[in-house]
């Protein structure tokens, strides 16, 4: 069965619904093309009724203390888990991904909901040694204030979990604004933190033109810090935005992910992880491997392997058990894709497997494998972003390590080797925030998410993602 029972969407302001408003624009399931509802957008009361609430929201949740706070957070990853499925099924049929994937991103924002459920019991701070009798020096950790989040639709459910899973471990109220076209992902997310007892104040759910929202909330002194998740020219402008206010920021923008394959890396198994990394959620992903570095001398067996793969990769809707790929998320992806492919043919690139969208219905595209693609080509510096993989040759170590840190982008970057010696020195020359060796897995709940250079800034997830949620203050008594 291919069809949901897909929740009309709206906004949540201050945990309360707001559907009967004047402005929207229509929804689409990405693997038919067909109208699936309708999103209401925030006009300028909603969002300062939502301001308003999270300046309440925040007097209450930070007077609630971390102990009470991590049962809430902990309740609402059971609560997600509880409605799996469904959850599930509501996230692959608006953001097209496939259903397997969306089940295993349901499991990781729970996850990352419990952790930081136990995590917000350590945001202490730390007492220094006094200078005298009847004194004492403290070092304390308090939550930054109301959270403005921007987060992308590739990952429907976890980013909203991300976006909104630190501030509140931390004390801090949050107005989210999701992707509009996978709103009720979202709202799942939403619905289960209050359900699990989060005072309807600390947070708000809006839609709308980005650009709309974003500036005026983050104008709104109410706001002391903004996260954000996607591409490097809206995250400067973002920036741009907050700096008025001296705000703190957290950005994870784009990528560009080189990989490094060595002469004696395990071929099979870069083969079978390497594919599967590369065309997961049709490589819509801001770690996706995507420049791919392979030593001369085994090229040409990686070529070979790499192009057999990508070609059985069952590709449909994503609701189907069937499939392993979905579409694009967005119908404008597929023109982007195509003018990247071409540019690349025009300037001597060889098209190994793919190439052009597939006539399902929906807004599918072939995955696709580019081979001997130059430096200037336009994939070789803009993030696809998109199921498109460059595969070009190397036989020397420092001119790779060169190549591969030539972007301005340092998200991820991933290399396979079994020489320890080759392996310590990659951790040390990648210029990337999260670094893979002999794996792609380099998001744990545990562990920080964040790039380096116009990657961004920050982290989100483990122990630094809390850290950026919270201010230090000093206090001498005497």
């Not at 929207?24 to 999103?39: D, Q, Y």
């Not at 709103?183 to 933190?193: E, I, K, T």
């Not at 920036?239 to 099979?268: I, N, S, Y």
Request: proline share 6%; hydrophobic share 40%.
């Amino acid at each position: 069965m291919l069809s949901v029972e897909y929740p009309a969407p709206y906004l949540l302001i201050g945990g309360q619904r707001r559907e009967n408003v004047r402005a929207g624009e229509p929804l689409f399931n990405p693997a038919t093309a067909h109208e699936i509802g309708w999103l209401p957008h925030a006009e300028q009361q909603d969002l300062d009724d939502a301001l308003a609430a999270a300046q309440n929201g925040f007097t209450q949740w930070r007077a609630v203390n971390g102990h009470d706070r991590g049962k809430v957070l902990k309740r609402a990853a059971q609560l997600l888990r509880d409605r799996g499925e469904a959850v599930a099924r509501i996230a692959s049929f608006e953001s097209g991904k496939s259903i397997h994937e969306a089940r295993i991103e349901l499991h990781a924002a729970a996850d990352l909901l419990e952790w930081y459920g136990e995590e917000c019991r350590r945001a202490y701070g730390r007492a220094l040694v006094s200078r005298g009798a009847g004194t004492r020096l403290t070092v304390r950790k308090e939550p930054v204030g109301p959270v403005a989040a921007f987060a992308p639709w590739n990952f429907p459910l976890g980013n909203p979990a991300r976006k909104l899973g630190a501030p509140l471990a931390a004390g801090c109220s949050v107005i989210l604004k999701p992707a509009e076209n996978t709103p009720s992902s979202a709202l799942q997310v939403a619905q289960a933190l209050l359900d699990a007892g989060l005072p309807p104040d600390t947070l708000s759910i809006v839609f709308g033109p980005p650009a709309e929202v974003s500036t005026h909330l983050i104008a709104s002194p109410i706001i002391r810090k903004v996260s954000f998740t996607g591409s490097t020219a809206v995250g400067k402008q973002l920036m741009k935005l907050a700096a008025d206010g001296a705000k703190r920021t957290t950005m994870e923008l784009g990528g560009h992910a080189p990989v490094l394959v060595f002469a004696d890396a395990d071929l099979q198994s870069v083969l079978d992880l390497g594919v599967a990394s590369k065309f997961r959620n049709a490589g819509q992903v801001c770690i996706s491997p995507t420049r791919f570095y392979v030593h001369e001398s085994v090229y040409d067996r990686f070529i070979q392997g790499f192009v057999e793969r990508a070609n059985n990769i069952p590709v449909g809707d994503g609701l189907d058990e069937s499939k392993r790929m979905g579409p694009l998320a967005h119908s404008r992806r597929l023109p982007f894709i195509r003018a990247l492919i071409d540019d690349a043919k025009s300037q001597g690139a060889n098209l190994l497997a793919g190439g052009a969208p597939l006539e399902r219905g929906g807004w599918f595209h072939a995955p696709t494998v580019l081979a001997d693609v130059p430096d200037s080509a336009r994939i070789m510096n803009e993030e696809p972003f998109g199921p498109i993989a460059v595969i070009n040759r190397f036989n020397d170590h420092n001119a790779v390590i060169k190549a591969a840190n030539r972007l301005p982008f340092g998200l991820a970057a991933y290399a396979f080797t079994q020489s320890h010696r080759t392996a310590t020195l990659l951790g040390e020359q990648l210029e990337a925030g999260m670094v893979g060796i002999n794996t792609f897995r380099v998001a744990w709940t545990d562990a920080p998410f964040g790039g380096v250079k116009e990657s961004g800034h920050g982290s989100e997830e483990g122990m630094e993602g809390l850290e950026a949620c919270l201010v230090t203050k000093f206090v001498s008594e005497a």
